[in-house]
């Protein structure tokens, strides 16, 4: 369970960076070791042709439709949907995700997210094995950088918020539907929420708040939650 929209907002801005980081670095690349890349292309048929850059069918025009529109095509937009896709799994599901950081649990999904994107080969326009290293490499950096960018958005748009039942195994505390007692969970800044305290046994009493968590009303077993910041409610 985690904050859905949460990851939208972190991932917007996490994705469009690092797929625009990637997308540069690999027309720098290209242009770095422009020589190496129209050689390569000139042993194509369609690319073999002389000529300057507006010449059709010359190396030299192959060479520009690299640049454009083929970087953006397939570097950027490729990669900003899986990076998005990416980001939209660790909003949903981040408090199940390990570590004990925001930081270190967003940096597991986006080595993941790396070593997909190798296995699809995702790792740019490149014309040898040297411009792939140079690649691979960038891109790594990048990922590292993409998972500290959405851990620190990702906390900006979130709060954190504990569940406690001062009669435990006689009551559970509801929120949306699912049995969060005695558990600390993620939700979206200035969200509100349906909860219940469902007791077997022992009447409800009030809902004790602290932090940045109210209730609509404190004597009423089923009421709605706001959440404005970290805190922690209880069921007495």
């Known amino acids: 369970m985690g904050s859905l929209l949460g990851g939208v907002k972190a991932g917007a801005v996490a994705s469009l960076w690092f ?23 000139s042993t194509y048929s369609q690319c073999s042709g002389s000529g300057s850059a507006s010449q059709t069918g010359s190396a030299e025009s192959c060479f520009s439709t690299l640049l ?24 949903m599901y981040f408090d199940y995700l390990p570590g004990p950081s925001y930081t270190r649990k967003t940096l597991l999904v986006s080595l993941i997210m790396l070593l997909l994107m190798f ?6 326009i490149v014309a040898d094995a040297g411009q792939e290293i140079l690649m ?4 790594l950096v990048a990922a590292l950088l993409y998972a500290v ?21 006689l ?11 005695d558990r600390k969970r993620t939700f ?33 077993a089923q009421t709605t939650l706001k959440i404005v910041g970290d805190g922690l409610l209880k069921a007495a």
């Open 19 to 41: 797929a625009g980081s990637i997308s540069v670095f690999n027309a720098l690349v290209l242009l770095s070791f422009k020589s190496t890349t129209i050689s390569l292309l």
């Open 68 to 91: 454009f529109p083929g970087v953006p095509q397939y570097d950027f937009l490729r990669t900003a949907i899986i990076a998005m896709f990416f980001a939209l799994s660790i909003g």
């Open 119 to 124: 296995f699809l080969g995702m790792y740019g």
């Open 136 to 139: 691979v490499s960038f891109e």
């Open 149 to 169: 960018v959405f851990a620190r958005l990702y906390r900006r748009f979130t709060r954190e918020v504990e569940f406690q039942s001062q009669k435990p195994g």
């Open 171 to 181: 009551m559970k505390i509801m929120v949306d539907r699912r049995d969060l007692t």
């Open 188 to 220: 979206s800044t200035n969200s509100t929420h349906k909860v219940e305290a469902v007791s077997e046994g022992k009447p409800f009493k009030e809902w004790l708040m602290s932090g940045g968590v109210s209730v609509e009303n404190s004597r009423e």
